[in-house]
């Protein structure tokens, strides 16, 4: 693990430790996709890309990660769901506008952003609009209505990112997701979800695709081993005192 990310993991333990609310391994889990993007790193994004948290409570790996980038305060992200705090356990786009939409309720991004490649294809704008969605959420109907209208509008210009960490497998197997999404007519590409060489070239992919999803494959809780696939700490959040503990055994 990098340094900059292992302060990242330890900026989303103590924000949860403090607030007594969060949801860490959500955050965890897709903390490398988020990064990965808003890093200067990836080079082939175009200035008016735009990137959807459809994963709402998984806001915290946006915050530290804008933090980081410097598009937002850590005095913001210190204060994490307290009072008065723009930063809620979902985001909020009126308070944060780089949030572009405000998530939480699922199932609502990913027709948002087919909405915002329509309006895009119709200006002749050329961008992509990337939407990072959980596996659990694939379970609202919205999804599959939103796959259908930009299959039947040949809405071009939009890239699903998956966090594929199998958390909904205990209540409804997803089978085969490749097949599913291109039955939509959208191509496929399943990635090591946290893997940055990997996911930056996938990140370039879907810029030459007209729609396209990216299946990373991740770990909930990745970085933390007491928190990894353990739905336990799904809204479980740790002592101040027992941060080092955890980090220790990473």
Same mark, same amino acid.
């Given at each position: 693990?990098?340094?900059?990310?292992?302060?990242?993991?330890?900026?989303?333990?103590?924000?949860?430790?403090?607030?007594?609310?969060?949801?860490?391994?959500?955050?965890?889990?897709?903390?490398?996709?988020?990064?990965?993007?808003?890093?200067?790193?990836?080079e082939?994004?175009?200035?008016?890309?735009?990137?959807?948290?459809?994963?709402?409570?998984?806001s915290?790996?946006?915050?530290?990660?804008?933090?980081?980038?410097?598009?937002?305060?850590?005095?913001?992200?210190?204060?994490?769901?307290?009072?008065?705090?723009?930063?809620?356990?979902?985001?909020?786009?009126?308070?944060?506008?780089?949030?572009?939409?405000?998530?939480?309720?699922?199932?609502?991004?990913?027709?948002?952003?087919v909405?915002?490649?329509?309006?895009?294809?119709?200006?002749?704008?050329?961008?992509?609009?990337?939407?990072?969605?959980?596996?659990?959420?694939? +379970?609202e109907g &919205?999804?599959? %209505?939103?796959?259908?209208? *930009?299959?039947? =509008?040949?809405? /071009?210009? #939009?890239?699903?990112?998956?966090?594929?960490?199998?958390?909904?497998?205990?209540?409804?197997?997803?089978?085969?997701i490749?097949?599913?999404?291109?039955?939509f007519?959208?191509?496929?590409?399943?990635?090591?979800?946290? +893997?940055?060489? &990997?996911?930056? %070239?996938?990140?370039?992919? *879907?810029?030459? =695709?007209?729609? /396209?999803? #990216?299946?990373?494959?991740?770990?909930?809780?990745?970085?933390?081993?007491?928190?990894?696939?353990?739905?336990?700490?799904?809204?479980?959040?740790?002592?101040?005192?027992?941060?080092?503990?955890?980090?220790?055994?990473?």
């Amino acid at each position: 693990m990098s340094t900059s990310l292992n302060k990242l993991r330890l900026q989303i333990l103590h924000a949860v430790a403090s607030a007594q609310e969060g949801h860490a391994p959500s955050a965890l889990s897709i903390l490398d996709l988020v990064y990965c993007w808003f890093s200067r790193e990836h080079e082939t994004r175009r200035d008016n890309d735009i990137f959807l948290l459809s994963k709402g409570h998984a806001s915290l790996a946006m915050y530290v990660v804008l933090a980081s980038c410097d598009l937002l305060d850590i005095e913001e992200v210190e204060a994490y769901c307290q009072k008065g705090s723009k930063l809620g356990g979902h985001p909020d786009s009126r308070k944060v506008p780089l949030l572009q939409i405000s998530s939480g309720s699922l199932g609502h991004g990913l027709p948002l952003a087919v909405g915002r490649a329509m309006a895009s294809q119709l200006r002749e704008m050329k961008r992509t609009v990337f939407v990072l969605v959980g596996d659990g959420e694939l +379970n609202e109907g &919205t999804n599959w %209505e939103a796959l259908l209208v *930009a299959s039947s =509008r040949k809405i /071009s210009g #939009i890239c699903v990112i998956l966090d594929a960490n199998g958390s909904t497998e205990r209540a409804i197997e997803l089978s085969d997701i490749r097949m599913k999404f291109q039955s939509f007519g959208f191509e496929v590409r399943e990635i090591d979800g946290h +893997n940055h060489t &990997t996911i930056l %070239e996938s990140y370039r992919w *879907a810029t030459e =695709r007209e729609r /396209s999803v #990216i299946v990373a494959r991740t770990v909930k809780g990745f970085g933390i081993p007491l928190m990894e696939n353990n739905p336990e700490w799904h809204h479980k959040f740790p002592k101040i005192s027992e941060i080092d503990e955890m980090l220790n055994k990473s």
